[in-house]
Nanobody, 125 residues
Framework: QVQLVESGGGLVQPGGSLRLSCAAS????????MGWYRQAPGKERELVAS???????NYADSVKGRFTISRDNAKNAVFLHMNTLKPEDTADYYC???????????????????WGKGTLVTVSS
């Protein structure tokens, strides 16, 4: 199996910065698109940013110019650098990856949406 471990969430004042990290571990064959989603209380989960294996990025309009997504293919990790944070950025942030891995029975499995457990970001004064 594969584990996605997120870190870096916390409480920050408006205008501040945070850096989220997500590391994938396990019997991974390949990691394709990696991304971050968020879900605020009472709202649907939404895409924040994604990055393909070759580095092409996509951002939600609400975070363009403030957030930067990056990845380290050697470490199976993806990062989200968040600057100029606003109260409306408060949410649980989830790592999401498209990957192939070996099952417990050594069978290759490919999955479009593999999720981490989330990390809470709170932007408040």
């Amino acid at each position: 199996q594969v584990q996605l471990v997120e870190s870096g969430g916390g409480l920050v004042q408006p205008g501040g910065s945070l850096r989220l990290s997500c590391a994938a571990s396990g019997r991974i064959l390949s990691l394709d698109t990696m991304g971050w989603y968020r879900q605020a209380p009472g709202k649907e989960r939404e895409l924040v940013a994604s990055i393909t294996r070759d580095g092409s990025t996509n951002y939600a309009d609400s975070v363009k110019g403030r957030f930067t997504i990056s990845r380290d293919n050697a470490k199976n990790a993806v990062f989200l650098h968040m600057n100029t944070l606003k109260p409306e950025d408060t949410a649980d942030y989830y790592c999401n990856v498209e990957l192939c891995y070996y099952s417990d029975h050594d069978i290759p499995i490919c999955q479009r949406d593999y999720w981490g457990k989330g990390t809470l970001v709170t932007v408040s004064s």
